[in-house]
């Protein structure tokens, strides 16, 4: 070889190769990342938009920001005078289902209300989609619109889906059929609740508690929700830079987005827990509820949840709308028969009272669901839903993305049909 061509090969044109064969190795590895993860673009970006309006849901200091812009202003926490606590774009969307059944729309569509937690509220929007199709195949729906009411509300736990119904129907609403699916909160928030010696049937403690006293007042209590702020800013801000700019295309880079906005998120949470202790040390006892035993909260929680779904069904029963309480999955339940995924463990860490409340609760959620269903009351245990899946589901300790919640209404299809008239509803 000649001394000019060994002049070609000079180390800026290595370099100048190296970085022109870069975006082809990040290809490679993206598709390699991609065959061997199974990586679904789709589902990462909807798992994204879920835990933003996860994030957004839970910031406590809403009511803080400026009053000036009217979108930020209808979003802040506010307390409700039947279901503790309820925020402006709530009472927003009741106006928006009173007004469905008053202009005589109701008559025309059929109407499902779905009440419980954040995990019903998701289930509304990931959810929704492939319920409504399975139910619409019915004869008996046939050409029928399908309504949803959204009656699902992050933290929300017993007794509140009975005040949610029992508000309903006193304003008018006239629902087809009802389907509560909770369970995760009553255990797992009233665990937590029992801890901070909290009444385990008093709403979440941490809105609860927080829009019941002014915590500006206190360094601690700014503090704490300044650094809330922080990680519900960062979570937003990469949630949004990811989706805007399609990043979950890519495997690599939308697996490290989702981890990261994941980790913001359980930062929000640890937050909120640590601020609800901040609040417990300090709370009126005139908010903490009748005396009650912490050794038996979850069992009595349980109870309690029995009850007040007894009490949704005779509601129902007596105004002719099909009940059905579904119990909901959930990630540290260590009878549902899923095998967690090393990603699920990563992003599902959750506090102490959360694990102690599923873990020692979801058996016992189990024997009084079957009691219901004994005594009459339309009771699906859908905690078993995805028995046998080994692929990733879970994107946090208790809710679950756009496949998790197919997998759901195909379970809860079969048994919403089974509850209507052999003739075409109404």
């Known amino acids: 070889m000649t001394a000019a061509a060994g002049k070609r090969w000079t180390w800026r044109r290595k370099l100048l190769l190296q970085v022109a064969l870069l975006p082809v190795l ?6 390699l990342f991609r065959a061997v993860r199974g990586y679904d673009a789709g589902a990462t970006r909807e798992q994204l938009e879920a835990l933003a309006r996860q994030v957004d849901d839970r910031d406590p200091t809403r009511g803080m920001r400026q009053r000036a812009r009217l979108a930020e202003e209808t979003r802040d926490w506010s307390l409700h005078p039947y279901f503790g606590f309820h925020s402006g774009w709530v009472a927003q969307l009741f106006d928006q289902e009173i007004e469905h059944y008053r202009s005589g729309r109701g008559d025309e ?24 199709e399975l139910l619409a ?18 933290s929300y736990k017993q007794p509140q889906q009975l005040a949610v119904l029992t508000y309903a129907l006193q304003c008018g609403m006239e629902p087809d059929a ?26 979440s403690m941490q809105q609860w508690q927080h829009i019941s006293r002014n915590p500006l007042q206190d360094p601690e209590g700014a503090d704490l929700l300044l650094a809330m702020r922080g990680h519900r ?10 989706l805007d700019r399609g990043l979950e295309r890519s495997a690599v880079l939308g697996t490290w987005l989702l981890r990261r906005v994941a980790a913001e998120q359980r930062g929000l949470t640890d937050g909120l827990q640590e601020y609800a202790r901040f609040l417990a040390r300090a709370q009126s006892p005139a908010l903490r509820g009748p005396k009650f035993d912490p050794a038996t909260a979850v069992a009595d929680n349980v109870a309690a949840w029995a009850r007040c779904s007894r009490a949704l069904d005779a509601l129902c029963a007596a105004r002719g709308v099909a009940y059905l309480h579904v119990l909901q999955p959930t990630l540290h339940d260590p009878g549902s028969g899923k095998p967690a995924h090393p990603d699920e463990l990563a992003l599902g860490e959750a506090h102490s009272s959360w694990l102690e409340g599923a873990g ?3 058996p016992l959620l189990r024997e009084a669901g079957a009691r219901l269903a004994e005594d009459g009351v339309a009771f699906l245990d859908g905690s078993r839903t995805f028995t046998g899946v080994a692929e990733p589901l879970y994107y946090d300790n208790c809710h679950f993305g756009p496949e998790g919640n197919r997998m759901l209404a ?17």
Do not use: K, M
């Open 26 to 31: 990040l290809v490679v590895v993206d598709l």
């Open 109 to 132: 569509t059929f109407d499902v209300l779905v009440l419980g937690g954040s995990v019903a509220a998701n289930f509304g929007n990931l959810g929704w989609g492939r319920l409504a």
């Open 178 to 203: 009802v389907v509560n699916l909770d369970g995760f909160n009553e255990v797992a928030l009233g665990c937590f609740n029992a801890q901070l010696r909290t009444h385990p049937q008093y709403p």
């Open 137 to 154: 195949e019915d004869p008996r729906l046939a050409g029928r619109e399908l309504h949803l009411t959204r009656g699902g509300r992050a």
């Open 233 to 242: 800013d960062r979570a937003l801000g990469l949630a949004r830079l990811g």
């Open 360 to 362: 020692t609760g979801y």
């Open 410 to 426: 195909e379970c809860i299809a079969p048994a919403l049909l089974a509850l209507l008239p052999a003739e075409a509803p109404r």
